[in-house]
């Protein structure tokens, strides 16, 4: 007799997803069945029909044809067909033939494809199971977001970025010297904020120069995949907005800047994050604010969180720097003079955070921190400190609590983090080397005729056109604007002694020459760079690259790596002064400085080139002049005046703001120049003292706290050093059909098998896949390995894939034990907890999804604490699919009694991990919002909306947990068997 009758409920075993199918027709030989959902008519064989009749039974939910939902309380059979008897949600008594049921009723709840025979694989299940643990356990790790990036572990760069990410909607000026990392402290900021849902979309602006560098950055270190937006690309758009075509959007400042339409879709578009890097070309005065400030300013007006790198904060002037922290914080930061006057007071603050030190025992001392804590709490800690009979534990304690207080409440340093070479350490030495030529006669001419004729200098000006004081400081510049002076005939780089010196020095392989090493030659102008590379072209044969603003981006990056590359590299590379800005050359370890700059903070944007993470040598800075000459003069001025080679210190705004006048004046006398050098080193020395003692000294403690520094750094270390990790990327991988090899030296290869599962990150099926390793120096060490972590996309993407899908949230398995009687029943349930909270909270970082296990036998007693989930995994066995199927139809009542016990078991549990999620939130959110209040008081950079933010985020919090629920994940059904049977 056939099974099937028409009208009858049927599900596809192997395509679940087709929904509920209704028997149309049948005979002896085969059955058709109508997918109504997914509109699919379908006959099979009925003697092997992969399909399984859907049967409920009391408890199950299910929803009607007409969108009424009804609890089964029992079933009817008439003719093959079933009726269902039950309540609705109102309470009213229903019944429900089973051809009313929704077609569109899934069963992609554990429950349900369990009852309805859809059994996976017991090593799926088990990996669901472990997924949901370590996903628990990621979730809150302290390290979540900065493990994954593949960086070295640097303590300054890793306190900034843990800092600013913990904030809510951050807006900060990372403003770390030259090369000590403010991309990466940018990148990982947002791929923290990223990771843990706090924000979704990002607009990173960059000189057109970067776009490229910070492309390839973003996904090499960070594995961020970024879309670069330009006007071609936008114009593919039509009239759609480009800017809403991706999540994480990168686009040059150049571009946007100057193209008013595409501000405006930028500004309707909804991002989370705004990035500026170079911010310091974002110019501003009290009389006028340029294109490129007012573009920011309106951005940053709409989008929270802004991140505004420089490494050279006041290169515009202390008042556009002003105006740059006031875009972090415009209600903070409105009035110029009163920001000036309370930098007065950050000596005293420095002076009363380096007297702590001094205690107990120094009166003085004691009296300098007293004059700067006016509220209780610092009063009592200094009184423990000041105390001799205190013992040692509670002066350290008092010391560093009150350390923190004095940190937090005064300074910019809440939205400014300026780490300084000198303080972070371990930098290579700066080597100047002085290179006096004999002045070409045509440049001589010109200078002796200045020196002379004072009314010289205004002609001179008219003719070449060019400002003052380039025409003194840039011979060539001015040699080539005279070309019709008939005796200008030859190129400038024939007459230039520079380049003779430079060929000299290239082929040289003593101690003082170029030959076996790299070298960048810088010129301020874009013609100066390009002669120079004629010169060496045409009078040494050397091939070296250009890099100005005026090439394309493809045209730069081809000339820096063709710089970068060690072996058949070039072995110089000649570029412009802002066209190799941020770019990163410290592979090289020779700067050739052709002319120089009139900014010092050009000046040291220079340097940084070399001198940046990653530099192994000593920097020798070559910089040839002209003996006599204007060029010669501002070489004295930088050396002698502000010792601008040896490091920076971050006074060179101040110094060209007090003497850069005078100096232009001075570059044709030497007697003034003597004097303005004097004078400048005289400023130099007041100002550093001032600084140090003052801000910078304050800035620099705030920049980077050791001790918080050293704890995110020891957290990241536990999870690079988790042995879970390894275990369960090989079952994952094994799983998912990716096929990994032993490479040696902790290397291997993933590769795709013709059976992967589609969509994973990095691997499509016919390509050759990715070779990765766990550890972190290996993967820093070759730029053609990926690291994997727990951050990595293949991780994330395999974790997401089994914790949103079904994938083994059911499982049947046999038990062969000899102290366990066979033809029993055991129902292994895992439950996992539920928080409707949008992810922008991260809830998860308090309360993520939380397993809970129950584990019961045929007669309902709990086992969960006798037999744990490894112990009982280990000894398991599959069983064949059909086999499970027709195990599950027969005990189907039983099996439905242990859900409902299970859950009840499992409900039991709720209340104290709720209880345990708020307790973490209270304690990391309650004092961080008594903090943020107490420091409200005394420090005004802390926003008033951050607070506001912070509380309602923590009532958020705290109701979306008081609503969580359990909700069965997935059933594993186990059957014990014969211990002697196969
Ligand atoms: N933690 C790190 N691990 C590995 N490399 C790093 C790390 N920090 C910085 N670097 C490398 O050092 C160089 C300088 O870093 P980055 O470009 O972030 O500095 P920056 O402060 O933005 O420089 P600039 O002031 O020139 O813009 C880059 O090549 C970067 O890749």
New binding site residues.
């Given amino acids: 007799m056939s099974d099937f009758s028409p009208g009858q409920r049927w599900i596809s075993d192997g395509e679940a997803e087709l929904g509920l199918g209704t028997v149309l027709s049948n005979d002896f030989r085969s059955v058709t069945i109508l997918f109504s959902a997914s509109q699919e008519t379908r006959t099979y064989n009925t003697r092997q029909a992969p399909l399984t009749r859907v049967m409920f039974g009391s408890g199950d939910r299910v929803l009607s044809a007409d969108g009424w939902k009804m609890i089964v309380d029992e079933s009817r059979e008439s003719q093959g067909l079933i009726t269902y008897v039950g309540e609705d949600e109102h309470g009213n008594p229903r019944e429900l033939p089973e051809a009313k049921l929704a077609d569109t009723m899934q069963f992609d709840q554990a429950r349900d494809r369990l009852l309805t025979g859809q059994v996976d694989r017991n090593d799926w299940f088990d990996l669901r199971f472990r997924t949901l643990h370590h996903f628990q356990r990621i979730e809150r790790h302290p390290a979540l977001g900065l493990s994954g990036p593949?960086?070295?572990?640097?303590p300054h760069?890793l306190y900034i970025a843990d800092e600013v990410s913990r904030r809510h909607a951050p807006r900060v000026l990372?403003a770390?010297?030259?090369?000590?990392?403010?991309?990466?402290?940018?990148?990982l900021i947002l791929h923290r904020l990223l990771l843990n849902g706090r924000i979704e979309r990002a607009l990173i602006l960059v000189p057109d120069s970067?776009t490229h560098?910070w492309l390839v950055?973003l996904l090499r270190?960070f594995s961020l995949d970024v879309r670069l937006l330009n006007e071609t690309q936008s114009q593919a758009h039509g009239l759609a907005n480009p800017f809403e075509t991706a999540q994480l959007v990168l686009a040059s400042q150049d571009w946007l800047f100057a193209n008013p339409h595409r501000q405006e879709q930028a500004e309707a578009s909804q991002f989370d994050l705004l990035i500026v890097?170079?911010a310091h070309h974002l110019a501003w005065s009290e009389e006028e604010s340029g294109a490129s400030y007012q573009c920011v300013e309106r951005l940053s007006s709409k989008i929270p969180g802004l991140l505004l790198?420089?490494?050279t904060p006041e290169q515009m002037g202390l008042a556009s720097h002003f105006a740059r922290l006031r875009l972090l914080d415009p209600e903070r930061y409105h009035d110029f003079a009163r920001f000036k006057e309370e930098e007065q007071h950050y000596g005293e603050v420095a002076g009363a955070i380096d007297a702590l030190e001094r205690l107990p025992g120094d009166a003085d001392a004691r009296e300098a921190i007293n004059a700067v804590v006016d509220d209780r709490d610092s009063q009592a800690l200094l009184a423990t400190l000041a105390n001799p009979e205190a013992d040692a534990a509670q002066h350290e304690s008092a010391r560093g609590q009150l350390r923190e207080a004095l940190l937090d409440r005064h300074g910019t340093g809440r939205v400014m983090f300026r780490n300084s070479r000198r303080h972070v350490g371990g930098f290579p030495e700066r080597r100047l080397h002085r290179v006096s030529l004999e002045m070409p006669p045509a440049y001589r001419r010109v200078v002796r005729r200045l020196e002379r004729d004072e009314d010289y200098l205004d002609e001179l000006l008219i003719e070449s056109e060019m400002d003052y004081p380039d025409v003194l400081i840039y011979p060539d510049a001015m040699y080539r604007a005279l070309s019709n002076d008939p005796l200008n005939v030859e190129p400038w780089w024939h007459i230039d002694r520079r380049i003779n010196w430079l060929l000299e020095r290239l082929s040289d392989d003593g101690e003082e020459g170029f030959a076996n090493d790299k070298v960048l030659i810088i010129a301020h102008h874009r013609d100066t760079a390009l002669g120079l590379a004629e010169g060496l072209r045409v009078l040494g044969g050397i091939h070296a690259p250009v890099f100005h603003e005026g090439l394309s981006l493809i045209e730069r990056d081809r000339a820096a790596a063709a710089f970068a590359d060690e072996e058949d590299g070039s072995q110089v590379l000649v570029c412009s002064e802002i066209g190799s800005?941020?770019?990163?050359f410290?592979f090289c370890r020779h700067l050739v400085m052709f002319d120089l700059p009139q900014h010092p903070d050009q000046l040291e944007?220079r340097i940084?080139?070399l001198d940046?993470?990653?530099q192994k040598h000593a920097i020798e800075l070559h910089v040839p002049t002209f003996a006599g000459s204007p060029g010669e003069r501002l070489l004295r001025w930088y050396h002698e005046g502000m010792d601008a080679f040896s490091a920076p210190h971050g006074v060179g705004s101040d110094l060209f703001e007090a003497f850069g006048d005078a100096l232009a004046d001075a570059l044709l006398d030497d007697d003034s120049l003597n004097e303005i050098i004097a004078e400048t080193r005289t400023l130099f020395s007041a100002r550093l003292a001032e600084q140090d003692a003052g801000r910078n000294r304050l800035l620099e403690l705030n920049a980077c706290r050791p001790v918080k520094a050293e704890a995110v750094i020891e957290a990241i270390s536990e999870l690079d050093h988790d042995t879970a990790l390894p275990r369960y990327i090989e079952r994952a991988l094994d799983i998912f059909g990716v096929d990994s090899q032993e490479l040696g030296a902790g290397i291997m290869h993933l590769q795709p098998s013709p059976q992967m599962l589609d969509g994973l990150p990095g691997l499509v099926k016919g390509e050759e896949g990715f070779s990765a390793t766990f550890d972190r120096a290996r993967a820093?060490s070759r730029d053609d390995i990926q690291r994997l972590s727990w951050e990595h996309p293949l991780t994330r993407e395999m974790m997401g894939r089994i914790l949103d899908g079904t994938m083994g949230n059911t499982a049947l398995a046999l038990l062969r034990h000899p102290a366990i009687s066979s033809g029993r029943l055991m129902a292994e349930l895992v439950f996992r907890t539920h928080c409707p909270a949008p992810r922008s909270l991260h809830l998860n970082r308090f309360l993520p999804p939380t397993a809970v296990r129950v584990l019961l036998d045929e007669s309902g007693a709990n086992l969960t604490g006798k037999i744990s989930f490894t112990g009982l995994s280990q000894n398991l066995q599959k069983v064949n699919k059909s086999l499970a199927r027709d195990l599950i139809k027969s005990r189907h009542d039983q099996l439905r009694e242990l859900l409902t016990q299970g859950e009840s078991e499992a409900e039991c549990e709720l209340p104290s991990i709720i209880e345990a999620g708020e307790k973490r939130m209270r304690e990391q959110l309650d004092g961080e919002l008594a903090r943020l209040q107490a420091l409200a008081e005394h420090n005004p950079a802390v926003r008033d909306v951050e607070i506001d933010a912070l509380s309602r985020e923590r009532q958020a919090l705290s109701d979306a947990m008081e609503v969580t629920r359990l909700r069965l994940d997935s059933v594993r059904v186990i059957i014990t068997a014969d211990p002697k049977g196969r």
């Avoid at 403010?182 to 990148?187: L, R, V």
């Avoid at 800005?581 to 990163?584: A, S």
């Fill in positions: 593949r960086i070295d572990l640097i760069q990372l770390d010297e030259v090369g000590l990392g403010k991309t990466i402290e940018a990148g970067l560098q950055e270190r890097d170079e790198l420089t490494a800005e941020g770019r990163n410290q944007q940084g080139r940046r993470i990653g820093l």
